[in-house]
């Protein structure tokens, strides 16, 4: 199976700098083993105005066949002879899409310390894929590309020529071309479509298929508007791993959705005060008041839930009574974004020894989360659509279970006072709810109630007397026995 990769340039940018980016010579062809045969690396032309690269995959059907899979989905062959005869070594598959991530591991990943500009620029790039399985056609080709920023050119390939009445096969040449995308981004879609088109991997899929899946769509899949259809055939139609993925997208918008629009009506409103004293942003109270009662509550192991990038725990760790402080999240690029912020690279070991960020679900129970003294969920739950809140319930108040548990959400009600917010608005565009006092009130007081926790209420932000504080926040204590008891009678 083969694929080719191609760019043009200029006199400044010449075309060749694809070697760079893709950490393959021009000038050399070089061969590596893979568990299934050969990945050759070539170059067809190779100057300043324009570069192509070819990635060729020699598949030994012996191999493949040997280490457990061969043709058909979930790897079980029609027949004995079809699993030493099938297009496994001549149409594109989840075998090249394997091939692509360990040959070009660095190019996926954005990284190239010798052009690192140009790994974070788009380039005109132009992909042909000569023999690719399309079970949904040409069409299915284009919803699944075109939305990504490609350009699309996609010809089914006939049967046979001679024959043209038996009609149309499976397969396609598809062309691919693109002024606005990454190479790292190009070859993740290719990483992540290419087995979806085909319907079938080579390899049995586990749960860990469901991390590789968000790394290669983050940024992209979330928003794609055939989500649902991506992750259930990439995850071989596993219904509780495509069930996980699917969660994990919805949850990715918790870091997208920081605090970047409340902060934007903080300014607006800043920017309209006339007072010589230009107020707190709304941000830094919340972070504030969570402090405050995190260090009431005596905690000195603090999870933060959603950290998003970082900012919470950039302010716990100022704090030598926090002593172990873990960030949580669902989107790497978030927690990227956060160890920049950080600079967890250059942090000392003292201090390098208090963090930990680490990727994870709130949808779901993790053995990670158990043991600490408090968790902060900071304008979190407000992003799930409710018939998620009680996955999200559990697995924080009854699972991990931490002694102290803050959850702070806007008041709806204090919308009104935002006067650059439409009436009837959201404070974000990802917001699924926003809840008034009463019924935040009436939620937590139900988890409270359910999972055997104490809970108190603070405004966070100025106490409007009409209509509350611009920020709530709930204050979830575990019970002592004996107040389990006296409640009980």
Known sequence: MFLTISTTGTPERPATDLGFLLHKHPEKAQAFSTSYGTAHVLYPEADAERCTAGLLLEVDPVALVRRGKGKGRGGAPDAALAQYVNDRPYAASSLLAVALSTVFSSAMRGVCNARPERAAQPLPLCIEVPALPARGGPDLVRRLFEPLGWAVTVEPVALD?????????????????????????????????????????????????????????????????????????????????TRQAREALELVRLAEADDSAVEEIDNAVEAETQTEEKPTPLAVQRRDAILAALRESGASRVLDLGCGQGQLVQALLKDPRFTEIVGVDVSVRALTIASRRLKLDRMGERQASRVKLFQGSLAYTDNRLKGYDAAVLSEVIEHLDLPRLPALEYAVFGA??????????????????????????????????????????AWAEAVAERHGYGVEFAPVGPDDPEVGPPTQMAVFETRTVNEKEAKAA
């Open 161 to 241: 020529s001679e024959f043209p009445q038996w009609g149309d096969s499976r397969y396609v040449r598809l062309v691919l071309a693109s002024q606005t995308l990454t190479l790292a981004g190009a070859l993740r879609h290719l990483y992540v479509l290419l087995p979806v088109l085909d319907d079938a991997k080579h390899y049995w899929v586990a749960p860990d298929e469901v991390d590789k899946l968000l790394r290669a769509g983050e940024g992209w899949l979330p928003g794609h508007p055939e989500q649902n259809l991506i992750t259930s055939r990439y995850l071989s139609r596993r219904w509780s791993l």
């Open 400 to 441: 991990a279970r931490p002694r102290t548990v803050l959850v702070t959400t806007p008041n709806v009600e204090y919308n009104v006072r935002w006067e650059t917010l439409p009436a009837g608005h959201v404070r974000h565009g990802d917001h699924r709810f926003e809840w008034t006092r009463e019924e935040f009130r």
